[in-house]
Antibody
Framework: QVQLQQSGPGLVKPSQTLSLTCAISGDSVSSNSAAWNWIRQSPSRGLEWLGRTYYRSKWYNEYAVSVKSRITINPDTSKNQFSLHLNSVTPEDTAVYYC?????????WGQGTLVTVSS | QSVLTQPPSASGTPGQRVTISCSGSSSNIGSNTVNWFQQLPGTAPKLLIYSNNQRPSGVPDRFSGSKSGTSASLAISGLQSEDEANYYCAAWDDSLNGRWVFGGGTRLTVL
């Protein structure tokens, strides 16, 4: 059974960097068939895909156009996890952030982290 | 505004059959498979249907999905009180370098 466990702060100051980590158990971040995503949810924007990382003989990263200039998703093979870094945050980045993954579909989700951007 | 269009609400009485629609375009539903998620309050979305009509292990066969052209539907038969939740459709979209897109969600009330 695949499980995703998120960690990271729930409060970030404006202009700073939001950083979250998603630890994978039951699968590998280096899987040749899975992709590992970050998705956020807010009342104003609904469910919004932010980006993903996956391995197909080499590493690939794909990001949503809306956050492409501010986002980095990194795999960590030594810890079997992946991370999200979103810089220059504003109050509009306040949302519940989820990691999610699976083989071609979003079959597994983390528990979610409410991140509030406020001074 | 969500890329995929769903009705904001649906309702039914216990035992009834309810359907939820999801409308998209040629770049998402028209060319890729559809997934459906169930979200209970305060929890993460749970995969209910993948590849248009496939159920993950553990999902009751009361839940079924279908797709035609650029639209998809989720059907719930034998409605139960525990089915009261928000339901979301999702599909990969080939535009803008590729991205997952979602519906705005349908709040299902069991009367």
């Amino acid at each position: 059974q695949v499980q995703l466990q998120q960690s990271g702060p729930g409060l970030v100051k404006p202009s700073q960097t939001l950083s979250l980590t998603c630890a994978i158990s039951g699968d590998s971040v280096s899987s040749n068939s899975a992709a590992w995503n970050w998705i956020r949810q807010s009342p104003s924007r609904g469910l919004e895909w932010l980006g993903r990382t996956y391995y197909r003989s080499k590493w690939y990263n794909e990001y949503a156009v809306s956050v492409k200039s501010r986002i980095t998703i990194n795999p960590d093979t030594s810890k079997n996890q992946f991370s999200l870094h979103l810089n220059s945050v504003t109050p509009e980045d306040t949302a519940v952030y989820y990691c999610a993954g699976g083989d071609g579909f979003l079959g597994y989700w983390g528990q979610g982290t409410l991140v509030t951007v406020s001074s | 505004q969500s890329v995929l269009t769903q009705p904001p609400s649906a309702s039914g009485t216990p035992g009834q059959r309810v359907t939820i629609s999801c409308s998209g375009s040629s770049s998402n539903i028209g060319s890729n498979t559809v997934n459906w998620f169930q979200q209970l309050p305060g929890t993460a979305p749970k995969l209910l249907i993948y590849s248009n009509n496939q159920r993950p292990s553990g999902v009751p066969d009361r839940f079924s999905g279908s797709k035609s052209g650029t639209s998809a539907s989720l059907a719930i038969s034998g409605l139960q009180s525990e089915d009261e939740a928000n339901y979301y459709c999702a599909a990969w979209d080939d535009s803008l370098n590729g991205r997952w897109v979602f519906g705005g969600g349908t709040r299902l009330t069991v009367l």
